[in-house]
């Protein structure tokens, strides 16, 4: 089970940290995601993470802005986003898969329900 935490309302150019807790049988060498859908548009991948090898995956408009990180300790996903804009508007969903093979929707099998982050 993944369960986001953290969206809030910010203004542009403030900051956000989103947490994912992951519970239930523990799986290793997963790749590790976070994905937006604002309204209207389609679900698209964030930032992903191979836990194998610790790998980490941008998409060009958050490349600098936002990183992702895990805490294995606590199995925990996070995604630190700073100088956010508004189009970085949208609700944030976790998701993971031992082996997606793409970046999209349908290749992860794993879904937490959401955190709503709005950036004005």
């Known amino acids: 089970q993944l369960v986001e935490s953290g969206g809030s309302s910010v203004q542009a150019g403030g900051s956000l940290r989103l947490s994912c807790a992951a519970s239930?049988?523990?799986?290793?060498?997963?790749?590790l995601a976070w994905f937006r859908q604002a309204p209207g548009k389609e679900r698209e991948w964030v930032a992903v993470?191979?836990?194998?090898?610790?790998?980490?995956y941008y998409r060009a408009s958050v490349q600098g802005r936002f990183t992702i990180s895990t805490d294995n300790a606590v199995n925990t996903l996070y995604l630190q986003m700073n100088s956010l804009k508004p189009e970085d508007t949208a609700m944030y969903y976790c998701?993971?898969?031992?082996?997606?093979?793409?970046?999209?929707?349908?290749?992860?099998?794993?879904w937490g329900q959401g955190t709503q982050v709005t950036v004005s």
């Open positions: 239930g049988n523990k799986r290793s060498n997963l790749y």
């Open positions: 993470v191979a836990t194998a090898y610790g790998g980490t």
């Open positions: 998701a993971a898969d031992p082996d997606p093979g793409a970046w999209s929707r349908q290749s992860f099998r794993y």
